[in-house]
């Protein structure tokens, strides 16, 4: 099944990020080993030649990371109608054991990518490139990552027999299965809105706060905010956001969302949460970075514009969602 | 904010500038590129309005195809063998269904001659289809003799020739009355080819089929879902089949787009050096060559899909239709629906922006590092 024309392109993806990786390690190891911003020798005035190169490059790579974890579950859904038993990504995805692995990792890597050009970003605003070496430590970091996530999805798109009998969405969300997204999927309706309301909207205030702010309590304040309104934005979807969209009171699953179905409402709202995850989250990291005398003015600055985006991306997730659920017929909650 | 997008504006602008500056180089590369888009898009595009098409033709057909087996070859089902099946909940219908395939010298093509059981037809008529119409000549009221396979000449006269629109399933088929079908292939009476059988609720057709299994262990059940899964996954191979051969030409697509930009003319040289001279930091240079590489592949992206889209969907493909649709004698003219769908999009957009852009990488860097003093002096 590996003529697939998106499995094609996702291994041709990976590989090629995984290549332009490998290709710039050796420059990472040197950087980390003789960067020196006060020296004015030959080698300093190499490397920072070099960096522009190996910046855009792993720039692309991120760029490229985050469009493939978007491509990889849209193709999961549209590989679904080849199995039997599937329904929707949650059956294609099951047909062999690295297909959730694979699509876990591809998240990780996204917030990775995420997180690495936001450094990028601040790291090159700056005059004397204070994140230098970190950012190619960060690099250095990601290679295995990388390396194991092509290697999970050629295992899984190699291992793709159209005659495995795969499990439904059904079996895996169904809320006495013993994983931990049924557990989140039998959260009683009521507390998990009150916990999914309550998390996004202190998030949003929060991120707004840093936004006005700027100062380095809101900063990390707005980054654990948006990982704890990305956790329970995951398990309201889980719990009653899917219930509503299908009008079902036993169908939690995550991806039927996705299907053209039920008009792609799915991507309303992982968009705009993942968008606002990644901003949050990176600002919060960026924090740590705010003493450093070059970058006393630039990450102020970022941060909070990141913020801007956290908080605009979670109060349209959470419209999205109320707007699902007000238009829903269903009656969950009297 | 607004300050970022003007300077954006700007760039775009004199990139736009000294693109025009050099117009015979990057036509050309903008043509090979367009070209290569053209190509991939036509495939892509072409296959999946065939797997929509064979999706919207089986959705007529009927759920459960049973057909008999002896000694793993399909045989006629006998009298008494659709009672001996039984009431099956969930099963609203089940009939027998006549047909079979008959050899025309004359054309030297097969047709398929059906009995059906809801279009009233006369004894000692037919009504054909399209595809036959052509062939043979025929129209309305004419006259046909088709000898059988006992070797008696049997001639039937046209009563009708099927709609146009349907052809892709109708092509070859010549419709009879039961008893002429009966008499043409000498069927015993009471035997049938194979029995349809139509589920309500898709969820049980695969506790109907393992019923039908245990009650007729001689028996094939043939599943609609099964056979669309087949259809698509044929299409999807093709396509990938056609991709991983023109991988070659995006390869080579790869260098020239390399070589293209790692050949700085002197010219080019002289305009970074003067740029950087007057202040342009390298990454500004890379910004604007970024900018000169986006506006390439949008253009030659878009310009590619859309002649794709008119070579597919207006032209029928002329290029490719031998290798993706197959081959038949009495091969059905169909005209494909239109249709875009977004993962195909996607997957194009990897297949030629993201080897382009890998591709320039390394010789924008070149370019954009190049010192102002040697190159002016130079």
Known sequence: ?334 | MNTWIEKQRHLIDFTLASLARRKGKNLGLLFIYTLLVFVLASVALYTHALRTEAQKVLAGTPEIVLQRLVAGRHDLIPPGYIEQIGRIRGVQKKEGRLWGYYYDSVVKANYTFMAPRDLKIERGEIIVGPALERSRGLAAGNGISFRSYSGELHTFIIADVLPQNSELVSADLVLMHEADFRAFFKYPEGHFTDVAMSVANPQEIKNVAIKLMDSLPDSRPILRDEVLRTYASIFDWREGIMLALLSAAILAFGIFAWEKAAGLSAEEKREIGILKAIGWETGDVIKMKFWEGLLISLTAFFAGYVAAYLHVFHFDAILFESVLKGWAVLYPRFTLPPHIDGLQVATLFFFTVFPYTAAVLVPIWRAATTDPDTVMRG
């Not at chain 1, 050009?117 to 490139?129: E, K, T």
């Not at chain 1, 159209?162 to 299965?177: E, L, N, Q």
């Open chain 1, 1 to 334: 099944m590996i003529f697939q024309p998106a499995i094609i392109a996702l291994l041709l993806a990976a590989g090629l990020s995984l290549f332009m990786l490998l290709v710039a390690s050796p420059f990472a190891v040197q950087v980390i080993r003789h960067w020196d911003i006060a020296s004015g020798s030959e080698q300093q005035l190499k490397l920072e030649r070099l960096t522009y190169l190996f910046s855009t490059l792993v720039a692309f790579v991120c760029l490229v990371q985050i469009l493939a974890a978007l491509l990889f579950v849209f193709n999961a859904d549209k590989m679904s109608v080849m199995f039997v038993g599937a329904m929707c990504a949650v059956g294609a995805l099951n047909v062999n054991a690295y297909g959730f692995p694979a699509l876990y990792l591809q998240l990780a890597l996204f917030f990775l990518a995420a997180l690495w050009l936001a450094i990028n970003h601040a790291d090159s605003r700056a005059r004397d490139y204070p994140l230098v070496k970190l950012k190619y430590l960060l690099l250095l970091a990601a290679i295995p990552l990388f390396g194991l996530s092509l290697y999970l999805q050629l295992q899984y798109f190699l291992g793709l027999k159209a005659d495995v009998i795969t499990s439904c969405c059904g079996s895996m969300f169904s809320t006495d299965a013993p994983t931990l997204a049924s557990e989140m999927s039998a959260l009683a309706p009521q507390p998990a809105l009150l916990g999914f309301y309550g998390t996004i909207a202190a998030a949003v205030l929060l991120s707004a706060w840093h936004w006005r702010q700027r100062g380095d309590l809101s900063g990390y304040a707005a980054g654990l905010g948006s990982l704890a309104a990305f956790v329970a934005a995951i398990a309201g979807i889980l719990a009653f956001v899917s219930l509503y969209i299908y009008e079902h009171p036993n169908h939690h699953c995550p991806f039927c969302i996705l299907k053209p179905d039920y008009d792609y409402q799915g991507y309303w709202l992982y968009v705009p949460l993942f968008a606002a995850a990644a901003a949050g989250m990176s600002a919060g990291a960026l924090r740590c970075f705010s003493r450093r005398p070059s970058l006393v003015h630039v990450v102020p600055q970022f941060t909070a514009r990141l913020a801007g985006i956290a908080a605009l991306g979670y109060l349209l997730f959470a419209l999205v969602a109320s707007l699902m659920i007000w238009r829903s017929n269903l009656i969950l909650l009297d």
